[in-house]
């Protein structure tokens, strides 16, 4: 199965940061690509998806990039309603893996 | 609106085996293209993908687990199951179901709608 490695697994940052969180596939993926934001007690929620479209209504600070083997969540400037965990998921090939996470916390 | 909600026994012991219900709205099962699929996450730990099933009846189950799960669907009630035998303290869990965004080919490219999650616990 294709391993999904976050980094980095937790980070502090203060509001109106830029932060980058990066996700990579042990092998390539193309484009096949999805990040979700996590709130404690609650689902995913989908953010972006082929690796950098913009879900509807999610605000543009949140961008994603990458093809193949590396890719990057950026968020650029953070928001108190940012603070929270985020994954990425592949779906280039079954089973569809997720990465192990980034906690994202207030500095 | 697209919703999906999941249920079932909130408790199960060891061995035993887990049904979950997912009951959804907004769309129908017996569209082409679309597919739903269930997922778990264990007490302050990452995702992990289960199943999927689509409109036609293809499956898909995670490699490492697809010995003990079934997953099935009964488009008249809008509904998706997943069965999970031989439970183990290890698969506690909150089990979701997700619709899945297909592009243009069909090619799956994001769990877009997700349920709120039901926490199962394995103890005996």
């Known amino acids: 199965a294709i391993q999904l490695t976050q980094s980095p697994s937790s980070l502090s940052a203060s509001v109106g940061d830029r932060v980058t969180i990066t996700c990579r596939a042990s092998?390539?993926?193309?484009?096949?690509l999805a990040w979700y934001q996590q709130k404690p007690g609650k689902a995913p929620k989908l953010l972006i998806y082929?690796?950098?479209s913009l879900e509807s209504g999610v605000p543009s600070r949140f961008s994603g990039s990458g093809s193949g083997t590396d890719f990057t969540l950026t968020i650029s400037s953070l928001q108190p309603e940012d603070f929270a965990t985020y994954y990425c998921?592949?779906?280039?090939?079954?089973?569809?893996?997720f990465g192990q996470g980034t906690k994202l916390e207030i500095k | 609106q697209v919703t999906l909600r999941e249920s079932g026994p909130a408790l199960v012991k060891p061995t035993q085996t887990l049904t979950l219900t997912c009951t959804f709205s907004g769309f129908s099962l017996s569209t082409s293209g679309m597919c739903v699929s269930w997922i778990r996450q264990p007490p302050g730990k990452a995702l992990e993908w289960l199943a999927r099933?689509?409109?036609?009846?293809?499956?898909y189950y995670s490699t490492s687990l697809k010995t003990r799960l079934t997953i099935s669907k009964d488009t008249s009630k809008n509904q998706v199951v997943l069965t999970m035998t031989n439970m183990d303290p290890v698969d506690t869990a909150t089990y979701y179901c997700?619709?899945?965004?297909?592009?243009?080919?069909?090619?799956?490219?994001?769990?877009?709608?997700w349920g709120q999650g039901t926490m199962v616990t394995v103890s005996s």
């Open positions: 997700a619709r899945i965004r297909v592009g243009g080919d069909y090619t799956p490219v994001a769990f877009d709608i």
């Open positions: 082929d690796a950098s």
């Open positions: 092998q390539g993926i193309s484009s096949a």
């Open positions: 099933i689509d409109w036609d009846d293809d499956k």
């Open positions: 998921q592949q779906f280039n090939s079954y089973s569809y893996t």
